[in-house]
């Protein structure tokens, strides 16, 4: 192709390149198990030990995987028990704390409601005695 097929006729100013279109595709499950299935014939094709031999090295190594997730599992519900006994002690905590709190503020508010009640008993007691003498001081006038 020369350079001039890259303009349109119609307008001599725009370039038109040629484009590529990329289709994905991925690859599914089966091909996984595909790809696991062929690589496992020839290791056992190519294997330079007897069937025996391959096969108590199969169980070995399926011993150890089986241990090492033992391991793992019980290291995994350990440090969640722990997580789990560290958040329910904070929310406990918590929770008193907010009792308390709730508490000292009932003690607070009972004792600002009786302080304005005597108060309010001391300050009518006052009020009458002072309507008494101004009664008696106008009835003596």
């Not at 890259?6 to 307008?11: E, H, K, P, T, V």
């Not at 991925?26 to 330079?48: H, I, N």
Request: hydrophobic content about 40%; aromatic content about 8%; cysteine-free.
């Amino acid at each position: 192709m020369d350079e001039y097929d890259w303009y349109d006729d119609d307008d001599p100013y725009v370039v038109e390149r040629p484009y590529v279109v990329v289709e994905r595709q991925q690859a599914g499950v089966g091909s996984l198990f595909l790809g696991l299935a062929l690589g496992a014939g020839l290791a056992l094709l190519l294997a330079p030990q007897s069937g025996a031999e391959t096969r108590r090295g199969i169980a070995r190594s399926a011993r150890r995987a089986q241990q090492a997730a033992q391991d793992l599992v019980g290291d995994v519900s350990g440090t969640v028990a722990d997580k789990f006994n560290d958040v329910r002690a904070t929310v406990e905590e918590r929770i008193e704390a907010t009792f308390d709190a709730v508490e000292a503020k009932k003690r607070q508010v009972t004792s600002a409601f009786e302080a304005g009640r005597n108060a309010a008993r001391q300050s009518r007691g006052e009020l009458k005695d002072r309507i008494a003498e101004r009664k008696a001081a106008y009835k003596d006038s």
